[in-house]
Each structure stands twice: as structure tokens, then as C-alpha cells.
């Protein structure tokens, strides 16, 4: 495409155009992907946020109601450990969903750019 741009007796205005159309319907593609993709690990984040509000809740419950400081810190020390290993494993799900939604927005962009290529090698 900057070749043909570049040199004005050069230019197939057929391809130039038809490159033009195939990369803005693979950006549009890629960022179907990236709403699909922002829209799912949001709803799943603000469900992991309301069960934790929910773990927070039962853990402080539990603090209030406990008969010693010992049973208190007990339900505290419960609910830390296990936010942190719920901590971890949100992590490691974010981070795998975000390597997904990377793949699937250059998916598009990889393919427009891949055709391309093979047709103008044919040319």
C-alpha cells in the first residue's frame, strides 16, 4: 500500500482500495473481539466482587459473634488466607483471559494481513 502511495503511475487503485476495505473490516473485527472479550471478564469481575463483599461480610459476622479474641482472630485469619489464595487464582484467570482476548482481537488483523500477502505474491 505505501508503494502504491508513493508513486502515483504505480497505483493498482483496484487493490489499493480493496487492501483500504479488508484492513478496516479486520480492525472492526478486532474490536468486536475486544468488547466481546472486556465485556465477559467484566461481568465476571463484578460477580467475583459481590461473592467476596459476601465472604466479607460472613467473615466480619463471624469476628463479631466469636466468644474469645482467640476465636476472633481465628475467623479473621480464615478469611485472609482465603482471600489470598482467591486473590491468586483471580489473577491467574485475568491474566489467562487477557492472553485470550489478545489472540482473538489480532486473529482478524493476522488473517487480513496473511491474504494479503499471498495474493499480492500471486500478482
Do not use: C
Not at 504505480?10 to 476495505?21: C, I, K, R, W
Not at 475486544?34 to 460477580?47: K, S
Not at 463471624?62 to 482472630?73: D, G, I, L, N
Request: glycine share 8%; proline share 2%; net charge positive.
Amino acid at each position: 500500500m505505501a508503494q502504491g502511495l508513493t508513486d502515483p503511475r504505480g497505483q493498482d487503485m483496484v487493490e489499493l482500495s480493496l487492501m483500504s476495505s479488508e484492513k478496516a473490516e479486520a480492525m472492526a473485527a478486532s474490536a468486536g473481539a475486544l468488547a466481546t472479550n472486556a465485556g465477559a471478564m467484566g461481568e465476571r469481575l463484578g460477580q467475583v466482587a459481590l461473592d467476596e463483599g459476601s465472604r466479607a461480610m460472613q467473615a466480619a459476622m463471624e469476628m463479631a459473634q466469636a466468644r474469645s479474641p482467640v476465636e476472633a482472630a481465628q475467623a479473621q485469619f480464615r478469611y485472609a488466607m482465603g482471600w489470598w489464595g482467591r486473590a491468586t487464582s483471580q489473577t491467574l484467570t485475568l491474566n489467562r483471559e487477557l492472553a485470550k482476548a489478545q489472540l482473538e482481537a489480532i486473529a482478524p488483523i493476522h488473517k487480513t494481513a496473511t491474504a494479503n500477502a499471498k495474493r499480492l505474491r500471486k500478482s
